[in-house]
Every structure is written in structure tokens, then in C-alpha cells.
């Protein structure tokens, strides 16, 4: 157990339709990151947020947005969904905000698009 | 631009060691790491190695750095079903606080 913790585990929704999915990082860490992982494109990083504010974003479309909350947890809101943002999405935490971290994952969410 | 690749599969027999190799792009790459997927759970960090070391140690696993070759490989000893997975390499850029990446993956599997 990384003691990262994500919520729901598994969301189903329809084409069109918008979810919010949510990381509660490891007890300390002020950095979340979120990544999409799919069978076309792999692992990829979307975004990152260190003590509530945004450090970098990666692949991330328009339709995706992120936030940090005073308490450090995420969320991760995706919105006019299509058929290929059915994927894993994980959240990942370390201490600090930079790359001298190890990044620690959470179990992921799984989004199935019908 | 950065690239991670990995061979897509290993199959090994109970017991013996696995080598699982990756070779990257980025010269500026700082820290690789290691990473283990179960079925169905998230990723699990085993191992990772700074730049300016040619080797790590762990137990049954042992990081080997080529910096030169820009390769890296995991090396699993005594082989057990438990260690049946995916396995990731992935890099980070030193300049990046944030952006790692990921190969697509080793799978292995354990014969018995």
C-alpha cells in the first residue's frame, strides 16, 4: 500500500458526460501528479500540482482540468467525454516539488466511456 | 524528443533470473526509475538509480546503468510466481520538476 488513496475505483459513464475523480496523497506530501495510462498511448503524465498550485502540465487536453484543495487532495475533472478517454488514471504524491522526489502511485481509477 | 522502449515480453522459468532491459533517449536524464504493475493495480516503485551510478543493489533485484549505451536493465534473481507483472523503466529529465516517462512495458511471465 503506497498510502495514496484514489477515488472511485471504477467509474462508468456515457459519451458527452463529465466526472470528477479524486487523490488524497500520502500523509506529508504536497505534490500530486496525474497520469492517464491507455493501451494505445501508454503512460502518460498529465499534470502537476504542488501545495495547491499547478508546476507543469503535460499532455492534458483542453477538456481536462485539475485542482489541489487547502488539504492537499485532488481532483482531476474530465469533461465532454469521448469513447477514447477510457482509460486508468493515476494519481501519484512525493514530499517536495521537484525531481528529487520518488513519486509514489496511487491504485487508479479505471474510466470505462460507453 | 525523450523516448523509454522496452521489449514487450519475458517469459522465464521459476527460479532463474530475469533481465528485463530498457534503453532511453534523453542524455539529460537524472533518475531512472523501476516500476512494478500487478493485475488490475497501480503501479508499485521497486527501484531507482541516479545518473552517476553504474549500479544498485536490492535484495533479488539489481539496477544496471550503461550511460554511455543509455541502457538500463533489471535484473530479477530467483524468479518467483509473485514476481509475474508488468514492468515499466521510466526516466526524468534533470531540468524537470515534474515530467516522467514511461516506457510501454515488460511483461513477464513465470513458467513452471
Known amino acids: 500500500d503506497s498510502g495514496v488513496t484514489q477515488t472511485p475505483k471504477h467509474l462508468i459513464t456515457a459519451t458527452g458526460q463529465r466526472v470528477t475523480l479524486r487523490c488524497s496523497p500520502r500523509?506529508?506530501?504536497?505534490?500530486v501528479y496525474w497520469y492517464q495510462q491507455s493501451l494505445d498511448q501508454g503512460l502518460q503524465f498529465l499534470i502537476h500540482?504542488?501545495?495547491?498550485?499547478?508546476?507543469a502540465k503535460g499532455n492534458i487536453l483542453e477538456r481536462f482540468s485539475a485542482q489541489q484543495f487547502p488539504d492537499l487532495h485532488s481532483e482531476l475533472n474530465l469533461s465532454s467525454l469521448e469513447l477514447g478517454d477510457s482509460a486508468l488514471y493515476f494519481c501519484?504524491?512525493?514530499?517536495?516539488?521537484?525531481?528529487?522526489?520518488?513519486?509514489?502511485f496511487g491504485p487508479g481509477t479505471r474510466l470505462t466511456v460507453l | 524528443g525523450e523516448d523509454v522502449e522496452q521489449s514487450l515480453f519475458l517469459s522465464v522459468r521459476e527460479g532463474d533470473s530475469s533481465v528485463i532491459n530498457c534503453t532511453y533517449t534523453?542524455?539529460?536524464?537524472?533518475?531512472l526509475y523501476w516500476y512494478k504493475q500487478e493485475p488490475g493495480a497501480g503501479l508499485q516503485l521497486l527501484t531507482y538509480?541516479?545518473?552517476?551510478?553504474d549500479m544498485k543493489q536490492d535484495q533479488r533485484l539489481t539496477v544496471l546503468l550503461n550511460k554511455k549505451d543509455k541502457h538500463l536493465s533489471l535484473r530479477i534473481a530467483d524468479t518467483q510466481t509473485g514476481d509475474s507483472a508488468i514492468y515499466f523503466c521510466?526516466?526524468?529529465?534533470?531540468?524537470?520538476?515534474?515530467?516522467?516517462?514511461f516506457g510501454s512495458g515488460t511483461r513477464l511471465s513465470i513458467r513452471p
Open positions: 501519484a504524491s512525493s514530499v517536495g516539488p521537484s525531481g528529487v522526489d520518488t513519486q509514489y
Open positions: 500523509s506529508g506530501d504536497l505534490s
Open positions: 500540482y504542488y501545495n495547491g498550485e499547478e508546476r
Open positions: 534523453d542524455s539529460s536524464s537524472t533518475y
Open positions: 538509480i541516479f545518473s552517476n551510478m
Open positions: 521510466a526516466e526524468r529529465e534533470e531540468n524537470s520538476a515534474s515530467k516522467i516517462i
